[in-house]
DNA sequence: CATGAATGAGCATTCATTCAT
DNA sequence: TATGAATGAATGCTCATTCAT
């Protein structure tokens, strides 16, 4: 898949590239994105002038920060979907996907544009998870385990929701798991 | 003439403060917090000063933006509480907050903070809201028409993320029914 | 002619406006346009905050200075011209433009800029020079104390050449004088 | 193998050079001072880090191009200096110098720089320019063609203020005509 | 009391220069 | 020796908050 850059870039400066998005996906998550971009470069261990020859802006940080998440959710998402049976695909990958972003709601803001409009780096990554959620659903409601009349849109409302319900409620696993279930149950047919 | 009056014109400065917290309503609403102080003073017909004699911070506006849509919401929702068998107040007052915070997530976010930590000004309205969801909850459960393990911290989960949903879903009258659908059906008893 | 502003402007913030201005003219003559924003503003003894409520950029501010400028040159020379006998008009205009703008090479700029093209409201004040000379040049022209085949864009290439040559040949009246003699005696018909 | 060269691969090194200026010359003169070494570094097809190594600081760079042009200028007002009869020398000098000037204000600049003060790297071109100019003046007094008490320094601020006001006119061959004219009708005796 | 001008710390971004590769 | 990535001081501009009018 990816892999392949303009160039090979030097080693020295691919490593900072990925600190500077390890710091940064760290320090939006907990600090939210109003933090300084010099705070970012200082947890990378760069100068802010090595930010800004990596990304272009802070927007593009950012930008580049959730396409790495959405893609790497993806990813996880194809492989637990596939190794799932075909039923409980749907409901396995709604709990990954909002595991995965439990705590972000930056990244669950991501998730959400998943809908509405993203630049266009992030299309890529989100018709990735919209595409496989599609297919999910489509299964799930042949196999009669989530209710026919439920659509991609709503589904993915769903997660976003269920994201947010899960970072409202903290780190509780046992109430964690009754929120799960609610929603699990509630996409049943009834 | 003279005469120490206690509160000498307090008409103008009533008035002044109710268009401050309508337009910081209606202006942080559509655009966001970021907006700057003077832009929430003009949309209000009054000078920065105004704006900062009747609210010492930004954030304090925020706040009481915030309380006056939790006493409002809180309002309602008793209303509605009482209106209702015991059996289904529960589900009614959980439409009504979601769809009284619907588009509105930096009121839903104020809902969030009424599980966790908060501002002084904000623990009296949300622990009205709290109390009576308290209330609901256990009426409900009593009646066997939600599920009984589920506590009251989930709930409020559940609320924040089902506002999430509807937020992200936008104006769809029909798939907003059928996310209610899925959360009304999972809070009941399989 | 101005006088009559959008608002009257209070007195403090007039004078403000005005201090910017003088120190601003000041600080880009002698040290050129690349000084800081908050020098200018520490000359004007104000903060930066005023000085961008004043002009929205520095971009502006050098503007402001170069129609205050021009507009000053273009009343005295309109005075110059007035008192002058026809014939003469144009080569005490000359001096007195020439002179206006010495050691102000970013003024002999915008004296340049008559003849191109410029921001709005620079058209104002060079246009009235321009037409000014137009009218002084015709005259002379007529006169015969003129060739009569200078047009007015070469004029005003005249006058920008004089001014560097004064400013380049520093404070000493007596070669200024001969310059001077030069310039004069090259307009004559041969 | 082994070897102490003093140059080894100097031609590489020499081709770096000459590019550099080259590729400097043009930039400077199109967009101004202002753009940045790695600007000029990728027009001449290096990297910034040779640019740092042939000029050490970017005023370094600005001052050898001046010292190129400096050279060109001179040796070819020499030239022309010694095809001219005596009397018509300095009239010939000075078109040749102004029209090799005429659009790069950075160089009338460092031209003007021939009479103040200047780096040392630029005092031997200038003055080269000085002594012949203060030569073909002498010899044009002498020969009663330009007036005679008109000293080198005013000759100087005239060649600068003759290059600013051709660059004011733009392209206009019978204009800069007219203007040439004015100058060199303005130096001869009245 | 209301007004809006003044303040200045804070921020994103640029760019000359250095230095590891 | 050439390269270009890293550096960080410097700059233009914003905005919450204060205070003279």
Do not use: W, Y
């Amino acid at each position: 898949m990816s892999g392949i850059r303009e160039r090979p870039l030097r080693a020295d400066a691919a490593r900072n590239r990925a600190r500077l998005l390890e710091a940064a996906t760290e320090v939006f998550t907990t600090r939210g994105v109003g933090v300084p971009t010099e705070e970012i470069a200082r947890a990378a261990g760069v100068g802010v002038g090595t930010l800004f020859r990596h990304f272009p802006s802070k927007e593009a940080l950012l930008e580049a920060v959730m396409v790495r998440r959405l893609e790497s959710v993806a990813a996880r998402a194809e492989q637990v979907a596939a190794a799932s049976e075909p039923a409980g695909a749907l409901f396995d990958c709604f709990r990954l996907i909002v595991e995965q972003s439990a705590g972000k709601s930056a990244f669950t803001q991501a998730l959400a544009a998943a809908g509405v409009d993203v630049h266009a780096s992030l299309r890529g990554p989100s018709a990735a998870i919209r595409e496989l959620l599609a297919g999910l659903l489509e299964r799930a409601q042949q196999a009669g385990v989530v209710r026919s009349e439920l659509t991609l849109p709503e589904l993915l409302a769903l997660l976003v929701g269920a994201g947010a319900a899960v970072e409202q409620l903290g780190p509780d696993p046992a109430g964690r798991e009754r929120v799960f279930e609610v929603f699990l149950t509630g996409l049943r047919p009834r």
